[in-house]
């Protein structure tokens, strides 16, 4: 079974600030891992995934995250955060065998002027 | 087309109402499902359906009734709720198996009084 861990239930940064969202996971087979992006009383959006290949993925938005198989660590990061930015972010597994994802509890990101 | 759409946004239902949501896409997908969302917290799967069949039932009382009439459209019918069933109720849809192409619906948000 998988299971993920996110380390900060919130994270208060200032705009321009870079940030970074921890996420670590736990699962004793290949995974797929996600970060989703969710805005007060909308659905979730794909922020991006790690599938296979590079280690490094760049997503929407100007996010970005490695995948540390060693750290089992998926960590999301920006180099300079806007206003905008402010939300709930869930980092995912999957290990594409149940057809269903696995969330973290969630970050609340929020970026202060 | 690349939406989930969702109806309706808002329901208020008393707990002896029976309501349904519903949940619709074009994208030839074959496999759908139903997440619950209570506030501050990560999605939870309820249901999947692959190819019309329920695959997953992640042990949700009765009083949640899932239907898939078509590969397009896909009901969560709603009888003698609680209050604590209160949530956002989100859908998404993709290949089977597929969750690296997973696509959400901006929910339903619903109040059980």
């Known amino acids: 079974a998988q299971s993920v861990t996110q380390l900060d239930s919130q994270v208060p940064v200032f705009e321009e600030a870079p940030v970074e969202l921890r996420c670590n996971y736990s699962?004793?087979?290949?995974?797929?891992l996600f970060w989703y992006v969710q805005y007060p009383n909308q659905g979730l959006q794909l922020l991006l995934k790690y599938l296979s290949g590079s280690t490094l993925v760049k997503g929407i938005n100007g996010f970005e995250a490695e995948f540390n198989k060693s750290q089992t660590s998926f960590h999301l990061r920006k180099p300079s955060v806007h206003i905008s930015d402010t939300a709930e972010y869930f980092c995912a597994v999957s290990d594409g065998s149940q057809g269903n994802l696995i969330f973290g509890k969630g970050t609340k990101l929020s970026v202060k002027p | 087309d690349t939406e989930v759409t969702q109806t309706p946004k808002h329901l208020v239902m008393g707990m002896t109402n029976k309501k349904s949501l519903k949940c619709e896409q074009h994208m030839g997908h074959r496999a759908m499902y139903w997440y619950k969302q209570k506030a501050k917290k990560p999605p939870e799967l309820m249901f999947v359906y692959s190819y019309e069949k329920l695959s997953i039932n992640e042990s949700v009382p009765s009083r949640f009734s899932p239907e898939c009439p078509n590969s397009s459209l896909l009901n969560l019918h709603l009888h003698a709720l609680q209050p604590e069933d209160s949530a956002l109720y989100l859908c998404?849809?993709?290949?089977?198996?597929?969750?690296?192409?997973?696509?959400f619906g901006s929910g339903t948000q619903l109040s059980v009084l």
């Open positions: 699962s004793s087979v290949s995974v797929y």
């Open positions: 998404a849809s993709s290949q089977p198996y597929r969750v690296e192409k997973l696509f």
